[in-house]
């Protein structure tokens, strides 16, 4: 992550020396931790490019989890189409693999209009299996298991995948903080109890994508998490996750969706205050905001900006540029006999 610049209030652009050209469909990518804007950037990209949006959050696909995921409003959109919201229910387990595969479908139908795909959100993995092309292993779901592994703790659960496959367990640590993940644990250990391991990940990528990063500097990241904590409790977010137990979901799988989540079933469960719930759960995402920046930094292409309305016309001019080269290599190929700007 780039220092911001004191004197312009805007993060150093780390640029490409080229833009990349491999004839693939073109892509924007809104990225960054949380609270720092993305919806609202993705946005304004989309109408000033003519495209749609995809969202990339895991929470955020389950119907119902509104306020808590902080799921964009029908007015907040602006008339612009989303895609992978509200496509699940919040009793059952989504996938990175099934969002791939849906989130492909979306962006063909984006394509179709002649649109450009906006992919916006905040989970790394979601964003890298779209781009990327990511394939997974095809091991299908062991309920028995999963049941058993459930009752276990988060140690519990790392140490047997240790035993399973010291690689892998590695791998999580290394990867924003998932070994703290459940979901990923739980999914590792039925992998590698079948496989013997979790094999390497195979990519084979569907866009040619510019990815633009948002963030703040941390203490600004914490003020606007208090405020946004504050300011969705007095939304009702609580009487939100109310309403979902009263629809059949646990305060178990709460607990799983975490964060906002986790905590005011905690407050429901009487294990915590409303007074604790605030400090306990902006203590957290504090933390999750680390480890999204763990995952992104991976990505050394994403070009880094403060939110401010001068760098979003810096972004503007990068996007636009960006486009107007697919476009110059899209006819290229056209007049070459080949088309090869399709989803692979």
Not at 11 to 17: G, H
Not at 206 to 218: H, P, S, T, V
Request: hydrophobic letters at 35%; aromatic letters at 6%.
């Amino acid at each position: 992550m780039e220092k911001a610049n004191k004197n312009t209030g805007s993060a150093k652009i780390t640029t490409q020396k080229s833009i990349p050209v491999r004839g693939l469909t073109p892509a924007i990518v809104v990225c960054g931790p949380t609270a720092t804007g993305k919806s609202d950037l993705a946005v304004l990209l989309a109408k000033k490019f003519d495209g749609e949006i995809i969202s990339a959050d895991s929470r955020q696909v389950y119907r119902g989890l509104d306020l808590g995921s902080g799921k964009i409003t029908k007015k907040e959109m602006m008339g612009i189409p989303h895609y992978m919201l509200d496509i699940e229910n919040p009793k059952k387990i989504y996938t990175v693999d099934k969002f791939s595969k849906s989130a492909l479908k979306s962006a063909e139908e984006i394509l179709k209009k002649n649109k450009i795909p906006i992919i916006c959100g905040g989970t790394g993995m979601y964003i890298d299996a779209l781009i990327d092309g990511v394939i997974y292993p095809q091991v299908l779901p062991d309920k028995k298991l999963r049941k058993e592994l459930s009752t276990y703790t988060t140690e519990t659960l790392n140490e047997k995948l240790i035993s399973l496959d010291p690689n892998r367990a590695e791998q999580l640590k290394n990867d924003g903080g998932g070994q703290f993940n459940r979901v990923r644990l739980i999914r590792s250990i039925e992998i590698a109890e079948k496989l013997g391991a979790v094999p390497p990940l195979v990519k084979n990528p569907n866009f040619d994508a510019i990815f633009i990063g948002l963030d703040f500097d941390d203490v600004t990241i914490k003020d606007r998490i208090l405020l946004r904590i504050r300011a969705r409790m007095k939304k009702g977010m609580l009487k939100e996750a109310e309403r979902l137990h009263s629809e059949g979901v646990s305060f178990k799988r709460m607990h799983e969706f975490g964060l906002e989540y986790g905590h005011m079933a905690s407050v429901l469960e009487g294990k915590i205050t409303k007074a604790e719930f605030e400090e306990l759960l902006a203590k957290d995402i504090w933390q999750f905001v680390k480890r999204q920046r763990t995952w992104f930094k991976k990505r050394h292409e994403i070009l880094w900006f403060k939110p401010s309305a001068t760098n979003f016309k810096k972004i503007e001019s990068l996007v636009k540029r960006f486009l107007n080269v697919k476009v110059l290599s899209t006819e290229a190929n056209r007049k070459n006999g080949k088309n090869r700007s399709t989803i692979n």
